[in-house]
């Protein structure tokens, strides 16, 4: 499998005590290449794990794979921010719209449905979504 990485999905993966870590271990065994992500979501991954030591092994060991240029989509970035404003979305929503307008073919992995089932590529096109089954 290839796909986007969103942070709740690494800390699920990273936190054996998330409500989510045996979905995330699901999917990871899933994983055939790395994760496209960006740094925003390593740091916010790093921030809610605890460890930036844990979230730079799963760069290392191909988990996933840093690949986004914040500089270089500037623009669309401040597009995005302007329209989800008042959503109040941060860096890394931001970043991983982004990612998937440039690999429109790779799904994201996230917890966050709230936001994501929202947010738009491009104009109205929805983002394919990776998420946990409903909680029971």
Known sequence: MKAIADTGFLVGFGNRNDYHHH??????QQVTEPLVTCDAVLAEAAFHLGSSALVLTFVQEGLVKPEFDVAANLPRLAE????YADRKPDLADLCLIRLSELHPRLPIITTDLGDFRVYRRGRREAI????PPARK
């Open 23 to 28: 979905w995330a271990v699901e999917i990871a």
């Open 80 to 83: 995005l921010a302007q329209k």
């Open 128 to 131: 394919p979504l990776i998420y």
